[in-house]
């Protein structure tokens, strides 16, 4: 799920279609994901920077649980 820019404590995203199948119905259920943050109100442009760098280095070198759950969801 991505998160958009500016999204606040408490906001539900639904992916459609991606939740756990119904074994009598062969239905598939949605994920309903919470979001649960803390945004700072002030960000410096050399945060932002910071930020963004971690990012690329997070998406060229994800850490072995993401892997894994990238591996699930794919």
Known sequence: ???PPGTQN???FRVK???MPDLSS???GDILANVRLE?????S???KELLDKLRVIEEA???PKVKEY???VS
């Open 26 to 28: 062969r239905k598939v």
């Open 45 to 47: 442009p050399e945060y």
């Open 61 to 63: 070198e994800p850490s």
């Open 17 to 19: 279609n991606r939740g």
């Open 1 to 3: 799920i991505k998160v």
């Open 10 to 12: 408490g906001t539900r």
């Open 39 to 43: 945004v700072p109100t002030k960000i």
């Open 70 to 72: 990238n591996s699930r």
